[in-house]
Structure formats: structure tokens, C-alpha cells
């Protein structure tokens, strides 16, 4: 199994705050050169590195004298903002050692959504590993708001994975593998691998990260859940143990693939979206969105709730509560409750040609649960 990490092409390396500073929130040198000597090791041998950096934030936390990630998003992003340079100057000046350039890539969730953003962002990662470049990629925090961040970057590490059609997904920890309890407490023992979700039945993850970064344990398990649905091996480890796990040693936590490869769009809307509203259906709606695969037709709908506009993000629940699918809704919240409960041919002989289409359609919509889920609930 570990084979094909060894083997992979093509790899998305992620590394944490904790990973790259000092106790005191300075960039670490030497931690980042070591870091960059395995990956230039593993270019060397005819491979292609796309390295998603956290740290922008810890990195600014010094030179603007503070002591401790800012609570405020306004602090965040003006720390962002000058820790970012800082950063990217550091990774350039460790990779010009072997004679590589990298290229920084800011994304937000936002890039991830919007269909001519994701592209140029695909292009664009193709284009630095085409010409030889290490692409270097991080959350815009200077720009990200609440609504529209990714929360941390394993997420976007998935994300990005498979964005570029990675082979293998690194995540790099303080820890040196997953275990099923606290690592610093006698007793806990370390998994080797995961096949499947039950395998971390019963299994107690950290939830915090560190003081500059935002993850943790339950973060990059999330993280490792997303790439392997989408087919993608996953590797989570310390920075120590980074060369060996790439060389497929049996190092770190191993976590199996176990799904195809889903479309780009459903893979955002799923995990780079959080739904700006949501809509409620009756039992007969669930029934065609979900096992059907049917649009969301405003006859279904039978409530309401949040502010949005067309084109939004929006959770589509059944008459309980729970959310069964999310998908990019094509009217404001404003007009569906005069849509709600009407066929799209009446709409369309009472208000015009425009009102006969769906709410949702199913292209632009993503299950969330499975329906057998649906039936225990």
C-alpha cells in the first residue's frame, strides 16, 4: 500500500505553522531548508512537488510585535500581509540553493466555487510545475473573510490535490502519525493505517492547533477524508519522517483511497462552500434529489430560511433538519417563497418564460448524505 506513495507522480505536500517557526513565532530557517531538501530530493528523482504553506500569519506576528495569533480578522489579515513576503522570500531563497524558482499562489475558497476561478487557478498550478517552478500555495489570508475562508489549510491541501491531479497527499504534523488518543499520554497507540471511516470509530482526535497555527488532528483527518474520496493516498507525519514516508516507508498514518475521482465542481461545493442559506423539502423532493438525482424544482420546496442571492451556496435539507444536499441556487431567497409549492409550467404561464427552470439544477448540486443515511434518521 505504501508502494504507492514511493511511486507517486505527482504530490501535494502540506505543512503547518507549528512545522516552520521557532517557539517564539519566527520563521525557522533550518526547519525550512530541511523541509526543502527532501522535496527537491524527490523532484530530483522525477518528481513534481506542489507544497501548500501555512505560516503567513505566524510569520507576521513578530515584526508587528505580537506575541500571539490576533483573535480579530482585521489583525489576522494586516499580519498576514506582512508575514506573507516574509514567507515566500524565505522558500525562494531555500530553493535557489538548488537552483529552483517558486511561485506563490493565493487562493480563497471563493476561487474554489466560481467555475472560471477554479480553472485559472488549475491552469495557472499546471503552468508553474510545466515550466519547472514550485508552486507555493497558501489561503489569502489578507483578503479572506469569515465567509468565504477555508478554515485551515489541510482542507485546501485536499482541495488542491485534486485540482492538480496529485497522486499522493503529505500532510506534515508536530506528530509523527495519527493515535488513538492523546501521543503525549502513556498508552497511546499509534495507527498505522486507515482503510476505512470505521477504522477511527472510537478514536479521540485534538481539535485545537497550536498557538500560530488554526488545525489539528481533526482537521487533517477531515483533510484525508476529502482526498481519498476523491481517489488520492494520503500520508500524514512530521517533518522528520517526511523522506522516509515519501520513500514508502512504513512511517506516519497511511490512508487508504476509497472513491473515484468526483467532478471538480462537486468536490468544491461540497467541501470549499458553506451554504449562505437553506431550503427545506418535502418528503417527495428528498426522494428525486437524493435517489433520483433529480434538480430541485420549486414544487418541492416548502420553506425558506438565510439571505442570499442567485448563484449562492445553499443547503438543501428534508422537513427534519438535516442536510441531504448543497448545491448554487438560481434565485435570491427573496423570491422563492412566492415560487415555493408551483410547478415550473405554471411559473411560467403566470410570471414568464424566465420562472420556468429549477431552483437548483442538478449539475450545480452535491449530496451531502448518503440515502441509506437518509432512511436511519
Given at each position: 500500500?505504501?508502494?504507492?506513495i ?11 505553522s ?5 517557539p517564539?513565532?519566527?520563521?525557522d530557517?533550518?526547519?525550512?531548508d ?10 530530483s ?12 500569519i ?38 535557489a ?8 499562489v ?24 510545466a515550466?519547472g ?9 489578507t ?14 491541501a485536499?482541495?488542491?490535490a ?5 497522486d499522493?497527499?503529505?500532510l506534515?504534523s508536530?506528530v509523527d ?20 471511516p470505521?477504522?477511527l470509530?472510537g478514536?479521540?482526535?485534538?481539535g ?63 467541501h ?16 428525486a434529489?437524493?435517489?433520483?438525482r ?30 441531504v ?8 431567497a ?6 415555493m409549492?408551483r410547478?415550473?409550467r ?8 424566465e420562472?420556468?427552470?429549477e431552483?437548483?439544477h442538478r449539475?450545480d ?13
Amino acid at each position: 500500500m505504501r508502494a504507492s506513495i514511493a511511486a507517486a507522480r505527482r504530490i501535494v505536500v502540506k505543512v503547518g505553522s507549528s512545522s516552520l517557526t521557532t517557539p517564539q513565532g519566527l520563521i525557522d530557517a533550518q526547519r525550512i531548508d530541511a523541509l526543502v531538501d527532501v522535496l527537491v530530493g524527490r523532484r530530483s528523482a522525477g518528481g513534481e512537488v506542489v507544497f501548500v504553506s501555512s505560516g503567513a500569519i505566524a510569520a507576521g506576528l513578530a515584526p508587528l510585535g505580537l506575541t500571539h495569533r490576533p483573535k480579530d480578522l482585521a489583525t489576522q489579515q494586516a499580519a498576514a500581509s506582512v508575514g506573507q513576503g516574509l514567507l515566500v522570500a524565505r522558500y525562494a531563497a531555500s530553493f535557489a540553493r538548488y537552483d529552483l524558482r517558486v511561485g506563490q499562489v493565493l487562493l480563497t475558497a471563493d476561487d474554489m466555487i466560481r467555475r472560471s476561478h477554479h480553472r485559472n487557478a488549475q491552469r495557472t498550478l499546471g503552468q508553474l510545475l510545466a515550466l519547472g517552478v514550485v508552486p507555493i500555495v497558501n489561503e489569502n489570508d489578507t483578503v479572506a473573510t469569515d465567509e468565504i475562508r477555508f478554515g485551515d489549510n489541510d482542507r485546501l491541501a485536499a482541495l488542491v490535490a485534486h485540482l492538480v491531479r496529485a497522486d499522493a497527499l503529505v500532510l506534515v504534523s508536530d506528530v509523527d502519525a495519527l493515535y488513538d488518543g492523546n501521543p503525549r499520554r502513556p498508552g497511546a497507540v499509534r495507527i498505522d493505517e486507515v482503510k476505512t471511516p470505521a477504522d477511527l470509530d472510537g478514536v479521540r482526535l485534538g481539535g485545537a492547533g497550536g498557538r500560530v497555527g488554526t488545525g489539528g488532528m481533526v482537521t487533517k483527518v477531515e483533510a484525508a477524508s476529502i482526498a481519498t474520496g476523491a481517489g488520492v493516498p494520503v500520508v500524514l507525519t512530521n517533518a522528520e519522517s517526511v523522506a522516509g514516508a515519501l520513500a514508502g516507508e512504513s512511517l506516519g498514518t497511511y490512508f487508504h483511497p476509497n472513491g473515484r475521482r468526483p467532478s471538480t465542481r462537486h468536490l468544491w461545493l461540497a467541501h470549499a462552500t458553506t451554504g449562505q442559506g437553506r431550503l427545506t423539502l418535502d418528503h417527495g423532493a428528498v426522494d428525486a434529489v437524493v435517489k433520483r438525482r433529480k434538480s430541485l424544482l420549486p414544487a418541492g420546496v416548502i420553506g425558506v430560511q438565510g439571505e442570499f442571492a442567485a448563484g449562492d451556496p445553499v443547503d438543501v435539507c428534508d422537513d427534519d433538519g438535516f442536510v441531504v444536499a448543497r448545491g448554487l441556487v438560481n434565485y435570491d431567497a427573496t423570491e422563492i417563497p412566492d415560487l415555493m409549492g408551483r410547478s415550473t409550467r405554471w411559473l411560467a404561464r403566470e410570471l414568464g418564460p424566465e420562472y420556468e427552470r429549477e431552483i437548483i439544477h442538478r449539475d450545480d448540486m452535491v449530496l451531502i448524505r448518503r440515502p441509506a443515511e437518509l432512511t436511519t434518521t
